[in-house]
């Protein structure tokens, strides 16, 4: 049988370091690709109709409009036409984009998880005693309970928290509309 070394410390060091980043990179692309980003996507979307629906008055703008300018053609004309030259370019930025963020992270965690491999199968070409496999179950197990505080945190604390005035969107649009009808 043949007798293994003990790594150096140093080389403990390294793959400890390289563990912790790709465990903890993954849990946290995982968890925004699958989680965060369809949880803030919703949420921002029901914020911005619940505050329009609540705060915008269709009748009171469409009077309003109509009494200060009688000869204005058509306003769902026109913001149809607004809406829809709007939601061809941004959503397909939008999609362009994210797409882009997503294939990024994951090259990141194939790179990384490729160098994992050729640090282990060198540290078994050395002879160096098995460390790796101890070491990621530890990482696994705190990355998992430090995992579970932080998706009870983002659900119960900042999935709460309100960063704008819910009268920003109101006090925007129509501070544009009067000055674009003035």
């Known amino acids: 049988m043949d ?3 003990i790594p150096s410390h140093n080389f403990v060091l390294f793959d400890n370091v390289l563990l912790h980043v790709l465990i903890l990179f993954t849990i946290l692309t995982c968890g925004f690709i699958f989680y965060i980003s369809k949880i803030t996507y919703t949420e921002f979307n029901d914020k911005f109709v619940k505050i329009i629906d ?3 008055n269709p009748d009171v703008i469409k009077s309003t409009l109509n009494e200060k ?3 204005m053609p058509n306003l769902s004309n026109f913001f149809s036409a607004v809406s829809k030259n709007y939601l061809n370019t941004q959503d397909q930025l939008r999609n362009s984009v994210n797409k882009k963020i997503t294939q990024e992270l994951i090259i990141i965690i194939v790179f990384l998880l490729i160098v994992v491999i050729i640090v282990n199968y060198l540290s078994r070409k050395a002879n160096y005693c098995g460390i790796l496999k101890h070491l990621a179950l530890e990482l696994v197990i705190i990355f998992s309970c ?3 505080i932080e998706y009870w945190f983002f ?5 709460n928290f309100v960063p704008v005035y819910p009268s920003t969107l109101v006090t925007a649009f129509k501070n544009k509309i009067n000055k674009t009808f003035s």
């Not at 659900?155 to 999935?159: D, E, G, L, R, S």
């Open 3 to 5: 007798k293994c070394k």
């Open 54 to 56: 609540e705060n915008i």
């Open 69 to 71: 300018y009688p000869n």
């Open 146 to 148: 430090v995992g579970g």
């Open 155 to 159: 659900n119960n604390v900042a999935m």
